[in-house]
């Protein structure tokens, strides 16, 4: 099939393209759409053959669930079956936003969206192109982030056609997304509410208005980032090893090992803040800035894999930052693309 690409004013998308994409969501079409996130492959959640096709499309297992996104919260209530007393305060201060919810699943919503579990992960974003396309569409959009299932997360139109180009029917172009890292899932069925996956809000600002968030025991072990369906460790991979170092305190030993694998003739990317890039001047190695800030690398992490990959590097070097706020989310991600594992150093 041809994809068609529909490009929006991101503030203020074009009614005549949100209408033809929400035509295409009604009759039971994909649509990739830009939140602030990340890219999200939509079709409507209350049809079990339109969420199938997403799985084909992105070659998903489907043992990994998917995240229904409403406009309103009045639509709330057509998604999940019970609305716990913790949902209003969090929907108060994070929604529309990157926050989402684990919550039990309505009959409105077929099982394959919940990989037959009898949750449901719920979200509000709140980008323009987003929210319109919904309100458009008028359902609840089933949609996990448009990207070739492992690949990492698609933060701009083209990334979405590198990997589902000619697989699905459209694609709203509103440039780059703002938070580029996925949103945070907050688990809110069990005895405690955890975030399964940190994301776009801190759990410093959850806990703020939920005392008790915590976050998933042991994020970085394993079986443990198995738990949650769909949290494989093999996840946002670039095809490049990725070899990631703890902290600043392993630049040295990164250097190192970035300049015994040019001796030895292998390609090397390194991703790091922009203060970084002068560390690395003294080697034929390819340098990819992420920025000034940290939030700055959650914008452009997924584009530097990429584009490393792009550059076809054998190795991609990088290390953690902090682990609090939106470095956590970095540092998961950072971690899935190296598949668990840490570098000495
Ligand atoms: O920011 C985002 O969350 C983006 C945009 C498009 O909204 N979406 C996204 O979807 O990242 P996806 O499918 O790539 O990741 C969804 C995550 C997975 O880790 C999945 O396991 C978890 O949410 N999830 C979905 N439904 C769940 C459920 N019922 N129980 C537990 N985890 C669930
Ligand atoms: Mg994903």
């Known amino acids: 099939m041809q994809t068609r690409v529909l490009t929006v004013n991101p503030q203020h998308p074009e009614p005549e393209a949100i209408a033809e994409a929400a035509e295409i969501l009604q009759s039971g079409g994909l649509v990739a759409f830009p939140t602030e996130t990340v890219y999200g492959l939509g079709a409507n959640a209350s ?82 192109v987003a929210r319109a396309l919904i309100q458009a569409a008028d359902l609840p959009v089933a949609a996990p982030s448009a990207n070739a299932f492992s690949r990492p997360s698609a933060t701009m139109a083209a990334h979405v056609l590198q990997d589902l180009d000619g697989r699905i029917d459209a694609i709203l172009d509103g440039g780059q997304t703002t938070i580029g890292v996925e949103s945070t899932v907050l688990d809110l069925t069990g005895e405690r509410p955890t975030i399964l996956r940190p994301g776009g809000i801190a759990l410093e600002a959850l806990q703020t208005v939920l005392p008790a968030v915590t976050m998933r025991a042991k994020l970085v072990e394993m079986d443990a980032l198995a738990q949650s369906p769909g949290q494989l460790i093999k996840h946002y991979s670039p095809r490049a090893k990725v070899l990631l170092f703890a902290d600043e305190t392993a630049i040295p030993a990164l250097i190192k090992t970035a300049r015994e694998r040019t001796e030895s003739r292998q390609s090397v990317g390194v991703i790091g803040l922009s203060v970084e890039r002068t560390l690395f001047q003294a080697l034929p190695i390819a340098f990819f800035d992420l920025g000034e800030t940290l939030e700055g690398a959650a914008r452009n992490l997924f584009a530097g894999l990429r584009a490393l990959d792009a550059l076809n590097v054998d190795v991609i070097l990088a290390h953690g930052y902090s682990r ?14 190296a598949e668990g594992h840490i570098q000495a150093g």
């Open 47 to 128: 049809s079990a053959n339109a969420v199938a096709r997403i799985f084909e499309a992105k070659q998903r297992p489907l043992t990994d669930p998917i995240i229904v996104h409403i406009a309103d919260f009045a639509a709330l209530s057509t998604v999940a079956k019970t609305i716990p007393p913790s949902v209003a305060p969090l929907a108060k201060h994070f929604w529309p936003g990157a926050l989402t919810l684990i919550l039990e699943r309505n009959d409105n919503i077929p099982p394959i969206v919940s990989a037959n579990q009898a949750t449901v992960a719920v979200r509000m974003p709140s980008h323009p």
């Open 324 to 337: 609090e706020g939106i470095g956590a989310a970095i540092w998961d991600r950072l971690l899935r693309a």
